[in-house]
């Protein structure tokens, strides 16, 4: 197993949590949940930036500023969409993006995509249509949220693809939650609630699993190529509807497992095919 995948697995799983929690604090509104989940990644970023030396602004502030972007739109949209769907079926329809990532990485990077691969792209599809049926009634609001969340996530993976190892995972990470930082205090003014202890913990250790997800995401697309790294993001819909099903009580039936079964066939061997 490269380096490369190792990470994403791991990212997979702190971002699982991650949702988890959002989902725990849906008596918060969205902008303050967005709020502090910016907080608690630049407690480590900004710290970790200076000690390091490192060039606060980077080189490639275009791609930095629309990473930063793209990532405030996809992260508000999701946690919104998770006020009216199941965690599990808002997780596994927001990882229709490494689709849409494998589409813009031919359009705008130029990588090759084998025919097979389209197929199993299709089969991890059609796992998460499985799984999203196999969920709780489906909202409009919730889908279209989600939806523009899953398009800016394939974006974001193409963008940080493009920028590669010309940039410090740090920095892409930090543009990216101080973006999230201004947006999320600027709109959560009017709507602020003050937590208590625990909630304030919570709401902190948001900060800390989407920095150690967004770390090794990062490192793991710089590390290989968008079309085999992408399809893995599909663990965490797995990680999160285990956690959906034993944390939020969420019933899932056999036709949940036939759509991870399908997820972890389309993915796996997506891997496997391009190790020969």
Known sequence: MSK?????????????????????????????????????????????????????FGTNKKLLLLRGLLG??????????LNYLDVGTAVSLRYTSPIFAAIFALLFLKENIKPVQWFLFFLAFLGVLILKGSGSNMNSTGLLFIFLSAI????????????????NPLII?????????????????????TPNIEELILLLSLGVFGYVGQLYMTK????????????????EVVFTIIIGVFWFEEVYNLYTLLGVLLILLGLSYNVYLNKK
Do not use: D
């Not at 969205?30 to 710290?47: D, K």
């Not at 800016?152 to 940039?167: A, D």
């Open 152 to 167: 800016s996530l394939g974006l974001i993976f193409v963008v940080i693809r493009k920028i590669g190892n010309t940039e």
């Open 72 to 81: 405030v739109i996809s992260l508000t949209c999701f946690f919104q969409s």
């Open 220 to 235: 793991s697309f710089q590390y290989h190529e968008t079309n085999i790294i992408a399809p893995l993001k599909y663990l």
């Open 173 to 193: 990470i930090n543009y990216f939650m101080i973006m999230t930082f201004i947006f999320g205090g600027v709109m959560t003014f009017e709507n602020w609630k």
């Open 4 to 56: 490369a995948v190792k990470l994403m697995i791991v990212s997979a799983f702190a971002f699982t949590l991650l949702n988890a929690l959002v989902k725990e604090l849906h008596h918060f509104s969205v902008y303050q949940i967005v709020f502090f989940r910016s907080i608690g990644t630049l407690v480590f970023t900004i710290p970790l930036i200076l000690k390091k030396n490192i060039s606060f």
